[in-house]
């Protein structure tokens, strides 16, 4: 009963809307540069993230409001490696520019944004602010790392953005 009256506690704070789970992951290349600069590299991750999140948030034709992001940091993958990404929960609706409140504009509910559209703006924005946290000395690289070859193998690469739909909603309880 107290399981279920918490639960219950918790669904009452939920804003009214669809949820989406995304996951942000850096390609395997870059897995030693954040070995030597964790802080960096993962403050980096959700600021891009965030970035990238955002950015299409506040476009029109996705919601024009910025939703609700609740992020975390995974450092390993199922199988313990080390495996750095950012799982965010997001609202499908959210907040216009003079606080009210945006109903998600999404019909079909089955996604929050084009993953494609993540994708390249997920990449660009985090390979520009690495170039720059090397080049003002933010980001160490070891001596022996050809970094301008690394940009470039992970800048050809396809980078992964997982989206999907969370299967509740806060009016489902």
């Known amino acids: 009963m107290k399981r279920e009256e918490w639960i219950q506690d918790r669904m009452n704070e939920l804003i009214p809307t669809k949820y989406y789970h995304l996951v942000f992951t850096l390609p395997q290349e870059l897995r030693s540069l954040c070995m030597g600069n964790r802080k960096v590299m993962f403050n980096l991750l959700f600021k891009c993230a965030h970035y990238t999140l955002l950015k299409l948030a506040k476009d029109d034709k996705y919601l024009g409001g910025t939703p609700g992001i609740t992020s975390i940091l995974h450092t390993n993958g199922q199988d313990l490696s080390f495996h750095p990404h950012i799982h965010s929960i997001v609202s499908g609706g959210g907040i ?59 800048g050809y690469k396809k980078w992964n953005v997982y989206a999907s739909t969370i299967r509740w909603s806060c009016t489902d309880y």
């Open 96 to 154: 216009d520019k003079d606080g009210k409140w945006i109903k998600e504009k999404r019909a079909n509910g089955l996604f929050l944004f084009p993953r494609r559209a993540m994708e390249k703006i997920f990449k660009a924005r985090f390979l520009h602010q690495l170039r720059q946290g090397v080049k003002d000395q933010t980001i160490k690289i070891a001596p022996h790392l050809n970094f301008d070859k690394l940009i470039m193998a992970v």
